[in-house]
């Protein structure tokens, strides 16, 4: 059989159908594979499903023309943590598991985006402190979002789910901005530029992918430009989002808030960030229900017995 390796643990039913084809080596730690871990996977093994945090660069395949890995079975739609290019140059192939964190992503969003607006984070601490001294009219008004103006920066897959629950769902009227022209089902409009539906939305949705092209895509220049009153919301990747550039934002009254799913040096969450009332911190929970991890890790397996089988890759990147 095979052999083939798990960079982290995974659901117990993913792991099962693993076993009924591979011999599994499952590493039982949660932080991200090192450096000699991760040429050493390449040498031993040949599948290996890595995850976000398993930083496969350039230097990772540096010498590696021949090892034993044929195929990286990315655990994740997601893939900026691997370098693609140096991967093929060496005879390795990468896929992803693009659909099944669709949905589940856009909630969270959505989640985001009400947590945001009507301040519920603050107010479930306002609560469990035992400082909350009952209803009053003025008491921790937020933005309605029906009616308002939902900005999405990024039309892809996630993208499009996150409009038509922002549209159906909320009664919100629905921009985007996207690379290339595209037309979706949901009603909405395309905008010309960044900058415009910046100065137009309420709320700012970033679903883009990760990488270089848009490393910082949000910055202090950006960030002036939305309204006072809007909202940041980031599910797509950490570094999307100039950290230190939105601590001055939110700090000096630039944007009302900001929902963050997502962190430009994840783990770590600046205390800053941490400190402020008018923030909604998730600790990285896009794709965090039991089916949807199911549906993830049995995407990446059927990658992984396509290769050994010798057949077409579903997810081939």
Same mark, same amino acid.
């Given at each position: 059989?095979?052999?083939? $390796?798990? =960079?982290?643990?995974?659901? +117990?039913?993913?792991?099962?159908?693993?076993?009924?084809?591979?011999?599994? =080596?499952?590493?039982?730690?949660?932080?991200?594979?090192?450096?000699?871990?991760?040429? *050493?996977?390449?040498?031993? $093994?040949?599948?290996?499903?890595?995850?976000?945090? +398993?930083?496969?660069?350039?230097?990772?395949?540096?010498?590696?023309?021949? #090892?034993?890995?044929?195929?990286?079975?990315?655990?994740?739609?997601?893939?900026?943590?691997?370098?693609?290019?140096?991967?093929?140059?060496?005879?390795?192939?990468?896929?992803?598991?693009?659909? #099944?964190?669709?949905?589940?992503?856009?909630? &969270?969003?959505?989640? /985001?985006?009400?947590?945001?607006?009507?301040?519920?984070?603050?107010?479930?601490?306002?609560?469990?402190? %035992?400082?909350?001294?009952?209803?009053?009219?003025?008491?921790?008004?937020?933005?309605? /979002? %029906?009616?308002?103006?939902? @900005?999405?920066?990024?039309? @892809?897959?996630?993208?499009?789910?996150?409009?038509?629950?922002?549209? $159906?769902?909320?009664?919100?009227?629905?921009?985007?901005?996207?690379?290339? =022209?595209?037309? &979706?089902?949901?009603?909405?409009?395309?905008?010309?530029? !960044?900058?415009?539906?910046?100065?137009?939305?309420?709320?700012?949705?970033? *679903?883009?992918?990760?990488?270089? %092209?848009?490393?910082?895509? &949000?910055?202090?220049?950006?960030?002036?430009?939305?309204?006072?009153?809007?909202?940041?919301?980031?599910? *797509?990747?950490? +570094?999307?989002?100039?950290?230190?550039?939105?601590?001055?934002?939110?700090?000096?009254?630039?944007?009302?808030?900001?929902?963050?799913?997502?962190?430009?040096?994840?783990?770590?969450?600046?205390?800053?960030?941490?400190?402020?009332?008018?923030?909604?911190?998730?600790?990285?929970?896009?794709? #965090?229900? !039991?089916?949807?991890?199911?549906?993830?890790?049995?995407?990446?397996?059927?990658?992984?017995?396509?290769?050994? +089988?010798?057949?077409?890759?579903?997810?081939?990147?």
């Amino acid at each position: 059989m095979a052999e083939l $390796y798990l =960079t982290r643990p995974l659901p +117990d039913r993913v792991v099962a159908a693993a076993q009924e084809r591979f011999n599994v =080596t499952m590493r039982e730690l949660t932080s991200p594979l090192k450096k000699g871990e991760m040429r *050493a996977a390449l040498v031993l $093994y040949d599948v290996v499903i890595p995850t976000l945090g +398993d930083l496969f660069n350039a230097e990772v395949f540096d010498g590696m023309e021949g #090892a034993r890995c044929g195929l990286l079975a990315n655990f994740g739609v997601g893939y900026n943590h691997i370098d693609v290019e140096a991967a093929r140059a060496v005879g390795i192939a990468v896929t992803n598991t693009p659909g #099944a964190v669709t949905e589940a992503t856009a909630d &969270i969003a959505l989640m /985001l985006m009400l947590m945001s607006a009507r301040r519920a984070g603050e107010g479930e601490r306002l609560v469990r402190a %035992g400082k909350w001294t009952g209803w009053h009219p003025t008491q921790m008004l937020g933005l309605h /979002l %029906g009616g308002k103006t939902c @900005g999405i920066v990024g039309m @892809g897959r996630i993208g499009q789910a996150i409009a038509r629950r922002a549209h $159906y769902g909320l009664g919100m009227k629905v921009i985007y901005h996207n690379r290339s =022209t595209r037309q &979706i089902e949901t009603p909405s409009r395309q905008v010309g530029s !960044l900058d415009e539906l910046l100065q137009s939305a309420d709320c700012v949705v970033l *679903a883009v992918p990760g990488g270089a %092209g848009t490393r910082h895509l &949000i910055s202090a220049r950006e960030l002036g430009l939305m309204q006072p009153h809007a909202h940041l919301i980031n599910i *797509a990747r950490g +570094d999307v989002v100039d950290e230190e550039a939105l601590i001055t934002a939110l700090e000096s009254g630039e944007i009302a808030s900001a929902g963050l799913d997502v962190y430009e040096h994840e783990p770590e969450v600046p205390k800053a960030l941490c400190a402020r009332e008018n923030v909604t911190l998730l600790p990285h929970l896009g794709t #965090a229900a !039991l089916d949807v991890r199911e549906e993830m890790g049995m995407m990446a397996l059927a990658n992984a017995i396509a290769h050994i +089988d010798g057949e077409p890759l579903p997810n081939l990147l």
